[in-house]
C-alpha cells in the first residue's frame, strides 16, 4: 500500500458537531484530492487541495496538507445528516489523474 | 451532461462466463479510467486511456482482463473466464486534463456466482 497507517475507519456523530479525518500518504504527490461516496453511486470530489496551498475551503469543508509529513485532512464543520457518507482521500504521484486512493472514512452523521 | 455513464449497473456471471462492462466517459475528456472497488481492498486503479490511447494498466490482472476504448466515446473493460474473486464494484472514470478534477460513473457491480 502506498498509504500509512491509514485503514478504513468509522466515525460516528451527533449532528451540529465538527469532524476531523486525516490521511497520510508515501509517495510525492502535488495533489491531495478530497472524496466522497454515497451508497451506490461512485465517489465525487468534493475538495483538491494542492501543494502550494497549505489549507483550502468550501463551504463547511475545510483541507489541510502538510507535505513536509506527507499528510492531509478534511474537516467538517456542523456536519449535517446529509453528510453522512464515506470520504476517502487519494493522491496523484504522476500527475496524470491516476489516483491512489486511501481506505476511506465511514462517516455517520446522527440526528 | 449526463457525467460518465456506466452500462450495466448490475451484472451476474457464472463462473467461467466473460463479462464485458462498458463506459461512455464525459465529452471532451480526454483520460478515461478504471478502478475496481472491493470491501476488502478498497479503490483500485486498473488501467487508463488518454486519447483513445492506452497508457497505463499495471493494475490490470494480467491474464483474464482487458480494456479497449476504440472510440473518444466509449471504453470497455472485458473479463475473461469470470471467477468469484472478480466480484467487485467496476468504476469508470474520465478527465479533462492531466490534475484536474477526475469525474466517476456510478460503477458496474458485477457478480459472479
Known amino acids: 500500500s502506498q498509504w500509512g497507517e491509514e485503514n478504513l475507519q468509522a466515525l460516528s456523530i451527533q449532528e451540529g458537531e465538527d469532524v476531523t479525518m486525516n490521511c497520510s500518504y508515501k509517495t510525492y504527490t502535488t495533489v491531495v484530492h478530497w472524496y466522497r461516496q454515497d451508497s451506490g453511486r461512485g465517489p465525487a470530489l468534493i475538495i483538491l487541495i494542492r501543494s502550494n496551498e497549505r489549507e483550502k475551503r468550501s463551504g463547511r469543508l475545510r483541507a489541510t496538507l502538510d507535505t513536509s509529513s506527507q499528510s492531509s485532512s478534511l474537516s467538517i464543520t456542523a456536519a449535517q445528516c446529509e453528510d453522512t457518507a464515506v470520504y476517502f482521500c487519494a493522491t496523484d504521484a504522476t500527475n496524470t489523474g491516476k489516483l491512489t486512493f486511501g481506505d476511506g472514512t465511514v462517516l455517520t452523521v446522527k440526528p | 451532461n449526463a457525467g460518465v455513464i456506466q452500462t450495466p449497473r448490475h451484472k451476474v456471471t457464472g463462473k467461467g462466463q466473460e463479462a464485458t462492462l462498458w463506459c461512455e466517459p464525459i465529452?471532451?475528456?480526454?483520460?478515461v479510467f478504471w478502478y475496481r472497488q472491493t470491501i476488502v481492498q478498497g479503490l483500485e486503479f486498473l488501467t487508463y486511456?488518454?486519447?483513445?490511447?492506452?497508457?497505463?494498466d499495471s493494475g490490470m490482472p494480467k491474464e483474464r482482463f482487458s480494456a479497449q476504448m476504440p472510440n473518444q466515446s466509449h471504453s470497455t473493460l472485458k473479463i475473461q473466464s469470470t471467477q468469484p474473486q472478480d466480484s467487485a464494484v467496476y468504476l469508470c472514470a474520465s478527465s479533462k486534463r492531466a490534475n484536474t478534477e477526475v469525474f466517476f460513473g456510478k460503477g458496474t457491480r458485477l457478480t459472479v456466482v
Open positions: 465529452s471532451g475528456h480526454s483520460a
Open positions: 486511456f488518454r486519447n483513445q490511447a492506452p497508457i497505463d
